[in-house]
């Protein structure tokens, strides 16, 4: 509207983005606080093995109880937390909490399951990184082959030689490593080859259509056979049908995650998922 007036025209009233704008100084302020008052928890979404049905992982993704906004998704305060630099206090945090409460878990005797953290592009390319992971590894006793660290295509893609060093070193410790959201970024093949990764995970925008669009469907059949061929696992996110589910163990999918299982929950409701849910797969 500025703009169509003129422009040199002071634009004096705009209460919408006036609102916006104490929301997100008023969020910005309290992101600050957000740690030290243990405002922040993970919930854990169940990974399923398509052949046997079992829980063999999950994902932990962050929430923050605001005390006045209630639960706040990430997807409104991890861009706001990056740009802040908070990411990488909260990144540590994540990280050392999904270490302490998986070695906490297998301590009681469930079964051993991998636990997915998602990183930040600042945090990847951070110097703290390989302290950070190597410290929460250390501090719960934690074996390494039950982390996982969840990288995007925009992070591995836009330093390729600095990426390759970076996931060595992770592999060294011993990590699993995933690429995330996959199909939604360009990658290169020939770079993709490169690196030393575990884990391809479907994004959910084409799980979403893989039984009503033919070319959706074109595409994970694609990715799944691309993964395979380059010896790396495949998990499609955002499974929320039977039809879904079907689709993906004709073609070979090797696991899955998504509401038609579960949504990610507190650690108190993911143990009684475990103690009392029988996963069938029908
Ligand atoms: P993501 O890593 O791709 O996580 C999957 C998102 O899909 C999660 O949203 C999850 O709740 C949601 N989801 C799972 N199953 C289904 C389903 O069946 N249907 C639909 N519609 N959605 C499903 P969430 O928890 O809101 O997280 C959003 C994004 O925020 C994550 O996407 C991840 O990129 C980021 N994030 C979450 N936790 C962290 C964290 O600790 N650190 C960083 N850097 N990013 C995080
Ligand atoms: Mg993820
Ligand atoms: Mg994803
Ligand atoms: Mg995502």
Known sequence: RAKEMGRNTYQFYCPEMNARTLERLQIEADLRHALERNELVLHYQPQIDVGSGAIVGMEALLRWEHPVLGTVSPLRFIALAEEMGLIIPIGAWVIRTACLQN???????????RMAVNLSARQFTGKDLLQSVG????????????????????????DVENTITILRML??????????DFGTGYSSLSYLSRFPLDVLKIDQSFVRDIAVGADA???????????????????????????????????????????????????????SLMAHATCTMD
Do not use: N
Request: proline share 1%; glycine share 8%.
């Open 135 to 158: 410290d929460a590894l250390e501090e719960s006793g934690l074996e390494a082959r039950f982390l996982e660290l969840e990288l995007t295509e925009s992070m591995v893609m836009s």
């Open 171 to 180: 592999k060294q410790l011993g990590v699993h490593l995933a690429i995330d």
């Open 103 to 113: 070695m906490a878990w297998q301590k009681a005797g469930m079964a051993q399951l």
């Open 217 to 271: 469907a074109a595409i994970v059949v694609s990715i799944i056979s691309l993964a395979h061929s380059l010896r790396l696992k495949v998990i499609a996110e955002g499974v929320e049908t039977a039809a879904q589910l079907a689709f993906l163990r004709e073609h070979g999918c090797d696991e899955v995650q998504g509401y038609f299982f579960s949504r990610p929950v507190g650690a108190l409701e993911f143990e």
